[in-house]
């Protein structure tokens, strides 16, 4: 079964370093998304990509927030400069349309530990 | 701002019983509902969903039930086994005001034991 690849499965930064956070999204999908959970709290929605742009974004994607999709495959949320409390579990999901919630596929996550 | 509420953070039952899961929402314009469950190290996956057009959605030993009036959704599993055992998220959007977002809950983590 096609599924999200998150790379890498945990990342250990310096406060103030810039991550990089990868995701190979399912190949034919069109529609791109980073959710993000803080250890015991909810899974909250980051931002939407769709087109080569953002489609969608919460309040907490600010301007240290921002997303590519360099080439065909990969698609990146970078934070520039990392606080505390960035870190969390950080989850890519993808799905054809956007509209089809329930064909939302998410990744395994990558576990971001900003010291 | 707790738009999904999942009040009880544990759940536990024995094999062979009814899980009922229950989630709270306080936004009118929620108007699809879904159920994501997530194991350890995995991201969550899709469990099944329910549109606000209708009251109960049924699929194998899963059944959601949509309550609009007191904006309340529960998730049934009968009979539960213990591969039902993991973390259950109550998930809800706004398709119709074209919001692709899904807004979810805490969270709550049922045991079922052999």
């Known amino acids: 079964e096609p599924e999200v690849t998150q790379t890498p499965s945990h990342q250990v930064t310096q406060m103030g370093q810039e991550v990089i956070l990868r995701c190979v999204p399912i190949s034919n999908h069109l529609y791109f998304y980073w959710y993000r959970q803080i250890l015991g709290q909810k899974v909250e929605f980051l931002v939407s990509f769709y087109n080569n742009e953002i489609s969608e974004k919460s309040e907490i994607f600010d301007d240290q927030f921002s997303v590519e999709r360099p080439d065909g495959s990969n698609f990146t949320l970078k934070i520039r400069s990392t606080k505390l409390e960035d870190s969390a579990m950080y989850f890519c999901a993808s799905n054809l349309r956007a509209t089809y919630n329930e064909k939302l596929f998410f990744g395994s996550g990558t576990q971001l530990s900003v010291l | 701002d707790q738009q999904v509420k999942q009040n009880s953070p544990s759940l536990s039952v024995q094999e062979g019983r009814i899980s009922i899961l229950n989630c709270d929402y306080t936004?009118?314009?929620?108007?699809?509902f879904l159920w994501y469950k997530k194991y350890p190290a995995e991201g969550p996956t899709f469990l099944i969903s329910i549109s606000s057009i209708k009251d109960k959605n049924e699929d194998g030993r899963f059944t959601v039930f949509l309550n609009k009036s007191a904006k309340h959704l529960s998730l049934h599993i009968v009979p539960s086994q213990p591969g039902d055992s993991a973390v259950y998220f109550c998930?809800?959007?706004?398709?119709?005001?074209?919001?692709?977002?899904?807004?979810f809950g805490k969270g709550m983590k049922l045991t079922v034991n052999p």
């Open positions: 998930a809800a959007s706004a398709l119709r005001g074209g919001s692709e977002k899904l807004v």
């Open positions: 936004n009118s314009m929620f108007d699809y």
